[in-house]
Nanobody, 126 residues
């Protein structure tokens, strides 16, 4: 089974930037949509951003539009989340996720996507 591994989290000051990455350990997932969710302490997991299987389409939560950018590399085995203008409310564990492209359009409500990473902590201080 494919494993997803996130990295890039850390502690930053409000207004700063971080870049998260997620890599598939076993295959390129060329037919899979991929994206990011986050879960803050005491809150439910929420959708952040997603990118289609070929990188041609993206989707963002309203709370991060204009600040976060999701991208997929040419080999389609890694995705990036560039986070700029970070706010304290962005503090959360960020999880990478992947599922077949047929799930596209449902990710804002997704609970049972096929693959999940173990998470990377983003802590934004103010």
């Amino acid at each position: 089974q494919v494993q997803l591994v996130e990295s890039g989290g850390g502690l930053v000051q409000a207004g700063g930037s971080l870049r998260l990455s997620c890599v598939a350990s076993a295959r390129t997932l060329s037919s899979y949509a991929m994206g990011w969710f986050r879960q803050a302490a005491g809150k439910e997991r929420e959708f952040v951003a997603a990118i289609s299987w070929n990188g041609g389409n993206t989707d963002y939560a309203d709370s991060v539009k204009g600040r976060f950018t999701i991208a997929r590399d040419k080999a389609e085995h890694r995705i990036w989340l560039q986070m700029d203008s970070l706010k304290p409310e962005d503090t959360a564990i960020y999880y990478c996720a992947a599922d077949h492209q047929s799930t596209w359009g449902t990710w804002a409500y997704a609970r049972h996507l096929e693959l999940w990473g173990q998470g990377t902590l983003v802590n934004v201080s103010s």
